[in-house]
Nanobody, 118 residues
């Protein structure tokens, strides 16, 4: 089973930017970034196929960009114009993409905290 390690989390002010990285121990399949805020369910933020086809939650379209470097077995999530309500633990996952948007995770990273303060 592939191991995933996220990095890049931290604290940022409202309107700021952060880039998260997810390094995999082996060749990665479709990737997804999720987040889970306190007291809320984990939600899919963005996903990307091995070929680079992306999909985003409506709430982050135009502000977040998911990308990947297959040679480095690494996926990224560039986040800009961050809002306080996007404070959460962000997780990367590898799994399967079906159609244009459905992503089914099979392996998870340990998560990285993103805190957005006003």
């Amino acid at each position: 089973q592939v191991q995933l390690v996220e990095s890049g989390g931290g604290s940022v002010q409202t309107g700021g930017s952060l880039t998260l990285s997810c390094a995999a121990s082996g060749s990665i399949k479709p990737m997804g970034w999720y987040r889970q805020a306190p007291g809320k369910q984990r939600e899919l933020v963005a996903s990307i196929t091995r070929g680079g086809t992306t999909n985003y939650a409506d709430s982050v379209k135009g502000r977040f960009t998911i990308s990947r470097d297959n040679a480095k077995n690494t996926a990224y999530l560039q986040m800009s114009s961050l809002k306080a309500e996007e404070t959460a633990v962000y997780y990367c996952a590898t799994g399967f993409r079906y159609g244009t948007s459905r992503f089914v995770p099979s392996s998870w990273g340990q998560g990285t905290q993103v805190t957005v303060s006003s």
